[in-house]
């Protein structure tokens, strides 16, 4: 029983020394994750997320969380007896549905991640694209209605947030000019202030194993490419539905000055520590040009 005790501390030994050289690169960098999926609706993968990201603050990396909740706003919705909408995959989001998602995405979600991760450590604040004039927007298109564009972030509270040493915890909920508030892509969002804070990496927690070459044909997984191959990706149309607006945000935060983006399986336990700190890393990465 000696002997099976030493030789699993000395596995675990072996995995923190092998952790180091990727703690080191990555000490005192930014990175934005994407949080959504399985891995947000599972209790038990929702605490493994909020340790993950504390894990990463307590080695020095500057971790900021931004979070959708399309599943989350339906749920509400159909209580308060108000039924769903979409145009090409996006919800329509009348007067009465954007107080919704505001109640959906600011009131719940996001208290609820920022709950989660402080269990392990007092790091989290919440915020909303409304704080600190965070995230100006433009409407996207009258049919629509209060969905909106990034037209504009103020990185300035980020900047402050982590200069503190906190990791902030963004709800995708933006206003315009005037004030009015609009919902917005959280894929778009989070690619759009890796690019305002110059974020080492742009991660995003999916709920598949990453890109495939030939959706939905699981063993044409991609595991590494570059801008260009991402591009051609898009280009040639065979990038699932659902992973477009996701491939498309990386490719403009590539294009300005993100290094790095990746597509991570989000029902993975642990899926942030296997990319960040393991030789194999895991889902797929995109390098910039």
């Not at 991570?264 to 700190?277: I, N, V, Y």
Request: glycine share 12%; hydrophobic share 45%; net charge negative.
């Amino acid at each position: 029983m000696t002997d099976q005790r030493t030789a699993t501390a000395q596995e675990r030994a072996a995995v923190l020394a092998d952790a180091l050289p990727y703690i080191r690169e990555f000490s005192g960098r930014t990175v934005v994750v994407k949080y959504g999926g399985h891995a947000m609706d599972s209790p038990e993968l929702a605490e493994l997320f909020a340790q993950d990201i504390v894990l990463m603050r307590l080695v020095g990396i500057n971790p900021v969380v931004v979070h959708g909740g399309g599943p989350q706003i339906t749920e509400l919705m159909q209580r308060l007896g108000k039924e769903p909408t979409f145009v090409d995959g996006r919800r329509v989001t009348d007067a009465e549905t954007v107080d919704i998602v505001r109640m959906a995405l600011v009131g719940k979600v996001n208290r609820e991640v920022v709950a989660s991760i402080n269990q392990q450590g007092p790091y989290a604040v919440g915020l909303s694209g409304e704080d600190a004039g965070l995230i100006t927007v433009t409407q996207r298109d009258p049919a629509l209605g209060f969905v909106g564009d990034v037209s504009r972030i103020e990185p300035a509270i980020l900047e402050r947030l982590i200069g503190q040493e906190l990791i902030p915890v963004i709800a995708t909920v933006g206003v315009d000019e005037a004030g009015q508030a609009y919902n917005i892509n959280a894929d778009t969002v989070a690619g759009a202030i890796a690019e305002a804070i110059g974020a080492e990496k742009l991660v995003y927690l999916t709920d598949v194993a990453g890109v495939y070459a030939e959706w939905p044909d699981e063993s044409t997984l991609i595991s590494r490419t570059d801008l260009a191959g991402l591009e051609r990706l898009l280009s040639d149309g065979k990038a699932g539905e659902g992973m477009i607006p996701k491939l498309e945000s990386c490719a403009h935060a590539l294009r300005n000055g993100v290094r790095r983006a990746h597509i991570l399986d989000g029902r993975l336990p642990h899926a942030l520590l296997l990319e960040f700190f393991t030789s194999e890393g895991i889902g797929t990465m995109v390098e910039g040009g």
